[in-house]
Structures are given as C-alpha cells and as structure tokens.
C-alpha cells in the first residue's frame, strides 16, 4: 500500500466506489459507516456507461454485470396514455457499455466484496472532522479521535464532514415526492424485459425498468407535494394514493400499481453547486458535495465519477501534497457536477411536462440526447491524464436532462 492513509466517511455506492478506486490506485483507504452494519435499504438505480467504466477499472466489473440488467433499444418514452414519443438514449456511442438497472443491495454487495474486511468500519458515528498540522482527524462519538492523510466524505445530502468547508445551509426541496418501490415481474408476466420506460403527464411522471435478472421491476412515481418531508428512501407510503394519483393513464400502470404490495416515499431535494470542495486534507464526494435530483439517473454515477478522479490525483500525491491535490480535485469536478445538477432539474421538468404546448417538450426530449451522450462518452480519468480537462457541456442548440 501507498503510504497515504485516507477516511471515507460514508458507506454508501459512492463511498464504497471511492475505497475500491483509492485501493486500486494502491491507497491505504478506510469506510467509516455510522449505521451497525454494511448494507442500504432501497430498491433500483440506474447504472450508466460513464459509472459502469471506472467500475471494470477498479476491477468490480463482473459482480456488477452478474447483478445488472441492461436496457435495451426499445426502452422508451411515452404520454400518459402509453404512446411512444421517442426512444431514450441507453447506451454510450460505441454501444459496448449500456446503462443497466441494479438493485442497490446487489451494487453495494458488489462495491464491498472487492474491499478487505479490515477496511470497512461499521458502527462509526462521525462528530466533526478537523484539519491538523498535518492531515485530518476524525472525532467520534464514543470519544475517541483517528488521524489520517486525507478525509473523504462520502455521508449524504446532511453531510456532516461538509459542515467543515462551507457555512451550513438547508437542502432545497423540490416540491416533489416519489413513491418507489419493487413489483415481483411473476405477477404481471407481459411486462416487457430489459426496458427503461418513462410515463409523462401533467406535473407528475412514473418511470420502470429492470434488476435482479428481469425478476423483479422497479418503479418511481413522482407526484407534486406542497409539505416537504424528509428525503428518507423508507418511509412508509400507501399503494392506494399511488394508484390513484396516475388514474385513467395507460392502463400497463394500473396493472402494475395493482401489483403493488408495499410503497415508500421520498422526498426529492438538491442544493445548490458549491464554490469549493476542500478545506485542508478534507473534501467531499457525492450528495455530500452535489446532491442533485434523480431525473437523470446520475447521483451514484457521478460519485462514483468523483472517486475515481480523486483516486487518480491522490496516487500521485504524498502527504504534504495531498491538500492541493483535493483542491485541483474539486476544481476539476466542479462545472461537470454542476451541469448534472441542472440538467436533472431541467429533466424533471419535461418529465412534467410542465408547458403550455406539449409539442415543446417532446422537441426537448429529442434534443435532449445530446446531453446524455456527452454524459455517457465523458471519461473524466482518461480526460484527465491527458491533460485536455473534462470537457463543459456544450449544447449547440440541444437541451440538458
């Protein structure tokens, strides 16, 4: 191992990919997970290529594809009586890494079978990290304090790790709640495998596709909501309001929300981009420096992104020169994170289909794929090594999400 010692704090999907990227690098990287044990409740998400690659670099490649159900080209969206009105982008330019739905039990089962047992730290809560002379410490809460080179975190939307860079805010709700949830694929045996559908209405929109081997189908619906709750992925909801909610739309929906026996809620929040990521031998990654909504699928891809970046830069780097390290990481990250941002609230909105002339949005939809081409053929390491940068989105005339 390098001699760098580094913390993550955080064992979720981005906080697992940073440990696997750092000791890939040769990295002497350690997860400090607050809850008792490695693990997450929750259902599917979407891997996408520019997340898929850095995962077969950091060598996770086949567990993932042993979990992982690739979309295919008839994935689609549609109005909310079922008609088509384009297909969605599911794969980089060559086509050789499509975007895939995954369980996250499965992903997280993954990302800790390449790690060693005595790097993942369960039952660790974090009470504040400080910047030493040299390095960082972690102060705990049973009392005791851990120093390390570097301090990663990798802990969510209520970072507490970010409260040691930047002035406290308060997330920004987005007056959507979702009710996500998983469906036996036994139960409504027509469903077609292996495809992301998109259902779009007004002011709410649902979304399916596939994990587990096409056994089972996840689902999102997202409605309008004036109360914020919190952004919890288990609080309880009720299958009957969800189906209520998209009555009278294609009926494939009410079959499934008629095979729905359980439904959590979730409400949908983001901030704002921050100005900077590091302080010293600490910086942030995933929600905890970019928390962005989940209309384009890339919260997870993007952290993953950010660990490989940092993983890249860090192997590079002693303990006097991981600080600017950090900083160059965050730089780099920053106006990449930031366009995702937008482009998943802009998404949201044409899911929406918040416009007085519904011909607008499908247009939108359509030019829209040139930003998930640019998403999906960016390859920030390789952009790095280089020395060319990440390139900016460039819409030339096309439209984020």
Not at 55 to 64: F, Q, S, W, Y
Not at 124 to 153: I, K, M, P, Q
Request: charged fraction near 20%; hydrophobic fraction near 40%.
């Amino acid at each position: 191992m390098a001699h760098l010692s580094v913390a993550i704090i955080g064992g979720g999907i981005g906080g697992l990919a940073a440990a696997n990227a750092l000791r890939s690098q040769g990295i002497d990287a350690h997860v400090l997970e607050q809850a008792p044990a490695f693990g997450e409740v929750g259902a599917g998400i979407q891997l996408a290529p520019n997340g898929r690659l850095h995962l077969e670099r950091m060598g996770v490649g086949d567990a993932i594809r042993d979990v992982a159900v690739p979309f295919t080209a008839e994935s689609t969206y549609r109005r909310e009586d079922g008609s088509p009105v384009t297909s969605v982008v599911v794969s980089d330019s060559s086509g050789s890494l499509p975007v895939a739905g995954v369980h996250r039990a499965d992903l997280l089962g993954a990302l800790t079978s390449g790690l060693p047992a005595d790097s993942l730290h369960a039952g660790c809560r974090v009470e504040r990290v400080v910047n030493g002379d040299r390095g960082a410490e972690v102060h705990l809460g049973d009392g005791t304090r851990r120093a390390f080179d570097v301090v990663v975190g990798a802990d969510g939307i209520h970072s507490t790790v970010r409260e040691a860079i930047t002035e406290p805010s308060q997330p920004k709700f987005s007056h959507t709640v979702a009710y996500r949830g998983l469906v036996d694929h036994a139960r409504i045996p027509d469903w077609p495998d292996s495809t992301f559908e998109v259902w779009m209405g007004g002011g709410r929109h649902v979304l399916t596709f596939p994990v587990r081997g096409n056994r089972v189908i996840n689902f999102v619906g997202f409605i309008p909501a004036d109360d914020e709750m919190r952004e919890s992925w288990s609080a309880p909801g009720d299958p009957a309001q969800l189906a209520a909610e998209f009555a009278g739309w294609d009926p494939r929906l009410a079959e499934l929300f008629g095979a729905v026996g359980s439904t959590n809620r979730w409400g949908l929040y983001d901030r704002e981009p921050l100005a900077r990521w590091t302080e010293g031998a600490i910086t942030l990654l995933g929600d905890a420096a970019h928390p962005m909504l989940p209309h384009v699928g890339q919260g997870a891809n993007q952290a993953i992104e950010d660990g490989a970046v940092l993983a890249h830069l860090l192997a590079q780097a002693d303990a006097s020169s991981a600080p600017a390290a950090l900083e160059e990481y965050g730089r780099i990250r920053l106006a990449r994170t930031a366009d995702v941002q937008a482009g998943s609230r802009q998404s949201g909105r044409r899911y929406d289909s918040q416009f007085d002339d519904l011909a607008q949005r499908d247009s939108e939809l359509e030019d829209s794929k040139h930003f998930r081409r640019w998403l999906y053929d960016t390859d920030v390491v390789a952009d790095l090594a280089s020395g060319a940068g990440t390139a900016p989105y460039a819409p030339a005339g096309a439209t984020n999400g």
